[in-house]
């Protein structure tokens, strides 16, 4: 886990995977709201090598993706919500594994263990930040929901 007051180094470390993994998800890299909330976990292979990323932040409202939601061919990134935010604590901004990792379960480790080490109080108050189509069957898996939270990290 890397935070904000970590030593320079390690900051910079985060900086360069962030980087990294917004290019692989198609973001623009973006300040977070809290900076200094911001926890970074990143997973480190048996070769010394940063396999995975996820970052969390402290959020205010979510809102849940609606039973019918699908992507749509014009913008496959577009998914229906609920009108009404909820409360929630915890905001998964990136979910990221080097690709020969994924599927191997790597990431529901790093997942789980991580939002145990956070205290988030349960995973019904966390939501993910504006998933990619993989992220959405992550989320819809790892859930156990296809109604599963979303926020925007933009905003």
Known sequence: MVLPRDPAYALRKVEDVQELVDHELGFQQVVPKCPNKTKTFLFISDEKKVAGCLIAEPIKQVWCIG?????????????????????????????????????????????????????????????????????KLFATKYCNTPNFLVYNFNS
Do not use: H
């Open 67 to 135: 039973p019918e939601s699908s992507s749509s061919k014009e913008c496959p990134r577009a998914w229906q919500c609920s009108n009404v935010p909820e409360p929630a604590v915890c905001g998964i901004s990136r979910i990221w594994v080097f690709r020969l990792q994924r599927r191997k379960q790597n990431i529901n480790w790093i997942l789980t263990l991580n939002l145990g080490v956070l205290a988030f109080p349960e995973l019904g108050n966390t939501a993910f930040s504006d998933p990619t189509p993989d992220g």
